[in-house]
């Protein structure tokens, strides 16, 4: 069976650092995947998606990047952290079986810049 | 980015009653999906419709897919305190590729008073 998993699960960083959020996906091979942003419980903003190793596409200018180093592997990082980076990031996958398409998506990881 | 007209936004409801919700879209979908989310938790699916017209059960939800392509409905039955949370809806226009992201509703915060 197939499992994602977020790193780490929270995480408290001040103004102007960098971050790296991890995401693995297991049990499967070449699956999408993507990166979204929650604020206040509500509303799943997408970010990046990726198709394949090294193959990024960004939804929305900001101050994240994202890479996708392995096939099961992506990492959404940032240089310097602001405020307004502050949220609930959670990573999907996307189970493609025929004609049906589903998306699955990890525990996700609470930041909070101070 | 875009998002589906979900309703109603919230609701308080006594333990025992039904619950029913709806998501519609100016846009013709060939899947939905619908989620449940904890607080602190990634959205976990609860029932992925693929036809129109398809009627789809989890125990004591029910969703639909509807005849016109553009609106789902997700009941749930008998509701339970453990029902609590916030619902989404989701839909996705195509299946594979690289653009077929998920269309996600506004969501609809359940609180059920035992």
């Known amino acids: 069976s197939q499992t994602i998993h977020q790193w780490p699960a929270t995480l408290v960083q001040p103004v102007g650092s960098p971050l790296s959020l991890e995401c693995t996906v297991e049990g499967t091979s070449n699956p999408n995947l993507y990166w979204y942003r929650q604020a206040a419980g509500r509303g799943l903003q997408l970010l990046f998606y990726s198709v394949g190793i090294g193959q990024i596409s960004s939804e929305v200018p900001q101050n994240l990047s994202a890479s996708r180093p392995q096939d099961r592997q992506f990492i959404l990082s940032s240089k310097k952290l602001l405020l307004s980076d502050s949220g609930f990031y959670l990573c999907?996958?996307?189970?493609?079986?025929?004609?049906?398409?589903?998306?699955?998506f990890g525990p996700g990881t609470r930041l909070l810049v101070l | 980015g875009q998002q589906l007209n979900q309703s109603p936004q919230s609701m308080f409801i006594q333990e025992g009653e039904d619950v029913s919700m709806n998501c519609t879209s100016s846009s013709i979908f060939n899947t939905w999906l619908w989620y449940k989310q904890d607080p602190g938790e990634g959205p976990v699916l609860l029932i992925a419709l693929y036809k129109a017209g398809e009627l789809t059960s989890n125990g004591r939800l029910t969703a639909q897919f509807g005849i016109t392509r553009k609106d789902s409905f997700l009941n749930i039955s008998a509701s339970i305190p453990s029902d609590v949370g916030i619902y989404f809806c989701a839909g996705q226009r195509g299946v594979g590729g690289a653009t077929n992201k998920l269309i996600f509703g506004t969501g609809t915060l359940l609180a059920v008073q035992p």
């Open positions: 999907a996958w996307n189970k493609v079986a025929g004609q049906q398409e589903t998306q699955y």
